[in-house]
């Protein structure tokens, strides 16, 4: 049977006029017409329906779609002494933009940074939950580094960091924890600092650990992305088409999470194009290792499509499942 | 010789917020909200004037997204539910359902109601073709190409529009130009399709990108001038343009808009001196690094004044009138 998941983070606000409205509570938050305490109402409020929308669609391994997030990487920059959260820069290829990190002196951790919200999740869904974190190489990448001038030292550094909020995720109760490097497939040359890194972060979690790799190609990074401590691998396989044959045609023995929907083009995909992806899949790795999951988080998509998305994408697996193929 | 401009934008009056508010909850005519618009476009030409900036904007007080502002007077766009940008802040994104064409122009108006406003050259202001592409969902062509290449037909003839009306100088916004390096020649080859045949000086506008990649190819871009952000990067970025030489007109960004701090007036001239270290005198326009809209009315007003006194010192310096 062939499982569903999704890769990250959600939209935050619907169109739906009756839904909590969290943008709205956010600017009355920021005119001081509202307390902290009913944003904190408003915050949770839209988690729990950003998982009940998830458990709905009937995907099977959930987030909480990281909605107090601004941008992937300043909820965990805010807790890292010797960090500052600099101006708004591009987030890779997207119309979307992200505040830069800057390293001003020596990083050391002060905080763990997704850990509550991991918890609120993990007591408020019934299906088995994921926590999400950037990875410490496009942590690395995404930020302004005036101190070390050296990623690779960087990268270590945040490993390090990154390693003690892992382990905290694993005691209150992680049994999957995702990280994210899509830096990693523009710059392969890195990839043995990458494994280094990830090494770092992963040694001696009993949790299930994935790697992701979205908005890029896998092409560079074979063989050896496969030998990663991890117990799976996530793969774009809309911005990279060719990434579905590399696989293919790897001896890849973990899990995989496949993004197959296009989680940044509101175009629906074709079923039959998926049914015959999963069946080219299912034909070369067994069903049990693979989850089918959007190309990337679903919060560059307007909150009906991205719903729209989730309930197409579990419709076509049960039907795929349903239908005996593998 | 080192004439002053703004990027395009400007800060939106409050009244007019709430009218754009109110209208897009059908509480007010159409013909009501550009009323208020043609007031606070009025307005935003009497300060410029006043600041003494040598070319003027019309200050997009029509506008809301630079891009979703032609989509939605396009066939063959629809528009998305508010995808979130940054931050708190929402835009509707446009969806390509179609192919694209033009049923009447949607530059024109306003730039003509400004022009009339002021014996001072107007910008005509329009979005290229390859950032239309870029920030858009698409759904019907088949590559992206397709789409850039329609909508450069679109955008040209919003671009002869202006120039018939008589713009001396035609900017054709490419801020997403940037982001993908290796599509750099696509949108080289889109642009000469808007521009080409026009009369009027041509500009383009670049920014929140790495000029590393881009450059020098950027140079190929079939337009007459540059208008690149440089305060943001403490004109660090500087360095990039020494070699090889920098060829076309180029608009140097010396405010940050992105900072609520208004700029010594100090530091704007030693940034513009170092500027006139590396392009020809003759070459260099000088502005905001991006559009003011982000800016309160008072830091825009503010930081233009800074930037107009600088220009005005620098020169007085250098003998220059």
């Known amino acids: 049977m062939l499982k569903t998941t999704v890769v990250g983070n959600y939209p935050k606000i619907t169109e739906d ?61 805010r807790n890292i002494d010797g960090l500052e959260i600099g101006g708004l820069i591009r987030f890779f290829d ?56 050296e990623i690779d030292k960087l990268t270590l550094d945040l490993a390090e960091i990154l390693k003690k909020e892992a382990k905290k995720l694993e005691e209150v109760g992680a ?6 490097e899509p830096s990693l497939c523009f710059s392969p040359e890195k990839i043995d600092l990458v494994s280094r890194a990830i090494k770092i972060v992963t040694e001696g979690l009993k949790a299930k650990t994935f790697l992701y790799l979205y908005f890029g190609g896998i092409r560079n990074l074979i063989p050896k992305l496969f030998d990663f401590q991890v117990d799976g691998i996530g793969i774009d396989m809309v911005s990279k088409p060719e990434n579905l044959n590399l696989i293919l045609e790897s001896s890849f023995n973990k899990e995989l999470i496949l993004g197959c929907l296009d989680a940044r083009n509101t175009k629906l995909q074709d079923e039959e194009e998926l049914l015959n992806l999963f069946d080219r899949v299912t034909q070369k790795f067994s069903p049990e290792r693979i989850y089918i999951s959007p190309s990337c988080g679903l919060e560059f998509l307007p909150h009906q499509t991205a719903l729209m998305k989730l309930k197409t994408m579990v419709q076509v697996v049960n039907e795929f499942n349903r239908s005996g193929r593998d | 010789m080192l004439l002053t401009a703004t990027v395009g ?54 506008r809301g997204d630079m891009v979703t502002f032609f989509a939605e007077r396009l066939e063959g766009f629809g528009i998305s539910g508010p995808v979130r940008s940054y931050s708190n802040r929402y835009y509707k994104k446009p969806i390509a359902k179609g192919k694209i064409k033009r049923t009447s122009p949607s530059a024109l108006e306003m730039f003509q109601y400004a022009q009339g406003l002021t014996e001072k050259p107007i910008k005509g202001m329009l979005t290229g073709p390859y950032t239309m592409c870029d920030w858009s969902f698409n759904e019907y062509f088949q590559t992206r190409r397709d789409l850039v290449l329609n909508l450069a037909e679109v955008v040209h003839q919003e671009a002869l529009d202006l120039d018939k009306a008589g713009a001396k100088y035609i900017q054709i916004d490419e801020p997403a130009i940037s982001t993908r390096p290796d599509e750099l020649d696509l949108a080289i080859e889109a642009m000469k399709i808007v521009t080409d045949g026009l009369k009027a000086k041509t500009i383009s506008h670049i920014c929140y990108g790495d000029f590393t990649t881009i450059y020098p190819k950027i140079l190929d871009l079939p337009v007459n001038q540059l208008d690149l952000e440089f305060a943001n990067s403490d004109f660090t970025n500087l360095e990039i343009f020494k070699d090889p030489t920098f060829t076309k007109e180029i608009a140097v960004g010396v405010v940050d808009v992105h900072s609520h701090i208004i700029e010594k007036k100090e530091k704007v001239k030693e940034n513009i001196r170092k500027a006139l270290e590396i392009f020809p005198l003759e070459k260099v326009y000088i502005d905001p690094d991006c559009g003011l809209k982000t800016r309160t009315p008072e830091e825009a007003e503010a930081k233009l004044r800074v930037m107009v006194s600088a220009v005005k010192e620098v020169k007085e310096e250098m003998g220059l009138r």
Request: hydrophobic content about 35%; some cysteine.
């Open chain 1, 17 to 77: 006029k009756s839904a909590p409205n969290l943008r709205s509570a956010l600017n009355k938050f920021n005119q001081c017409k509202i307390s902290e305490e009913e944003l904190e109402k408003a915050y949770e409020q839209t988690i729990r329906r950003v998982i009940k929308e998830q458990e709905e669609a009937g995907v099977d391994l959930i987030t909480d779609g990281q909605i107090r997030w601004d941008d992937p990487v300043t909820p965990f920059a």
């Open chain 1, 175 to 180: 049994d999957f924890i995702q990280i994210d």
């Open chain 1, 94 to 149: 997207n119309n979307v933009y992200y505040r830069r990190p800057i390293v001003k002196s020596k990083l050391a951790f002060k905080d763990y940074s997704t850990v509550e919200e991991f918890k609120f999740l993990k007591q408020n869904s019934t299906k088995k939950v994921k926590a999400v974190m950037v990875g410490p190489f496009t942590f690395a990448k995404l930020s302004k580094d005036e101190y070390h001038n």
């Open chain 2, 9 to 62: 934008s400007f800060p939106k009056p409050d009244y007019l917020v709430k009218a754009r508010n109110l209208f897009s909850r059908k509480k007010i005519s159409e013909e009501e909200l550009k009323e208020l618009e043609r007031k606070a476009t009025q307005d935003v030409i009497s300060l410029q004037e006043e600041i003494g900036l040598d070319i003027l904007v019309h200050g997009e007080m029509e």
